[in-house]
């Protein structure tokens, strides 16, 4: 009751009770203004998420590094990632898609990137040296699994030195240094990968009004252009936190970030444009936990809930240090999989 009222509040004087980003703590943030919309309820623009739609479920993974990381550390850890163990392990459970974070706040990324590198001047470099992207989407292609990447909007504000190089304040600014070199650094990694990556899911976007509104790049035209450089048909979706209502803040999202800490909850709000899209954990947390905090009998019967509403479903599951789900996970899943393949066809 006392959460409602909070939120109810929240919204009358113009600002988001937003969650924490996958276990770290967000602020209160001004609400976001909605998407455009057609009358039919579809955004002007290509219809990009046709596959995304027909897919109904996937997996979300993130592999970040902790702050004490080093860049040996992370290095062998990466090195580490089986990714023909984890395509294995999603091709059993029915998933059509996969999530990976290239990183988070600490600055170290799961990919090599020559212009990060020679922006922020860390040597040796937090980006591995593996490109676990490329070795992740060459074991999921073959199993008909699309590859997607999670990027927060912001710099890593658990490294010092990035932040400086990269410009970036945090808060309710233009920030258009910091957006400039980081639509760089998106470009880079886009165009190295192609059509291999399906789609781009930006995180900590909380002042769109401030930064990203503008009529001259950098924009939210130019960011979605950044991430589409190397495959115009990738998907693109910014997340403003957590609002309960699955919606969008921008005409060039083609699905929404959907981040939901309940999977009960979840709402799509009617005629938004884009595709419906909800993101919510089967452990702990985001990226946490050993045990599933939801009964199959629950887990089950609110996801084909949100598929008859033609909501597509990612489910974030723990991993294991060389990159797999933990079996209990696994056959969460697969049960998971099995109903929503059932219900497809009826």
Not at 111 to 139: E, F, H, M, Q
Not at 269 to 285: E, N, Y
Request: proline residues 7%; contains cysteine; glycine residues 10%.
């Amino acid at each position: 009751m006392i959460g409602n009222q909070l939120a109810t509040l929240a919204l009358i004087c113009g600002l988001t009770l937003a969650g924490p980003v996958f276990g770290q703590e967000k602020q209160a943030q001004e609400l976001p203004k909605p998407s455009i919309a057609t009358d039919t309820g579809t955004l002007a623009q290509p219809d990009r998420a046709a596959w995304f739609r027909e897919a109904r479920f996937g997996v979300f993974m993130h592999y970040v590094g902790g702050e004490a990381t080093t860049a040996a550390d992370w290095n062998e850890k990466i090195n580490r990632f089986d990714v023909e163990g984890l395509a294995k392990q999603l091709e059993s459970t029915g998933a059509r898609y996969f999530f990976i974070t290239l990183g988070q706040n600490s600055g170290h990324y799961l990919s090599p990137n020559k212009t990060y590198d020679s922006i922020v001047g860390i040597n040796p470099s937090k980006c591995s040296g593996r490109d676990l992207v490329a070795d992740l989407y060459k074991a999921l292609e073959p199993r008909g699994i699309r590859l997607m990447v999670y990027l927060p909007t912001g710099a890593p504000d658990r490294d010092p030195v990035a932040m400086e190089k990269l410009e970036w304040k945090r808060g309710p600014y233009p920030n258009r240094e910091f957006q400039l070199k980081w639509e760089s650094v998106i470009r880079e990694w886009s165009e190295r990968w192609g059509k291999h990556v399906h789609g781009w899911w930006f995180d900590g976007c909380y002042w769109p009004n401030a930064m990203y509104r503008g009529k001259t790049a950098p924009n939210f035209e130019s960011f979605a252009a950044a991430a589409r450089s190397g495959n115009p048909d990738s998907i693109v979706a910014f997340n403003p936190g957590r609002l309960g209502t699955l919606m969008t803040i921008s005409p060039e999202e083609d699905y929404t970030a959907g981040e939901i800490n309940d999977v009960e909850t979840a709402r799509p709000r009617p005629r938004d444009g884009a595709q419906p899209h909800m993101a919510s954990f089967l452990g702990a947390g985001w990226g946490r936990g050993t045990e599933l905090r939801y009964t199959d009998a629950q887990i089950i019967p609110w996801t084909l809930g949100l598929i008859k509403k033609g909501v597509v479903v990612s489910y974030d599951v723990p991993k294991q240090p060389d990159g797999l789900i933990p079996e209990v996970f696994v056959q969460q899943l697969r049960k998971i999989g099995a109903a929503v393949k059932g219900a497809s066809t009826r």
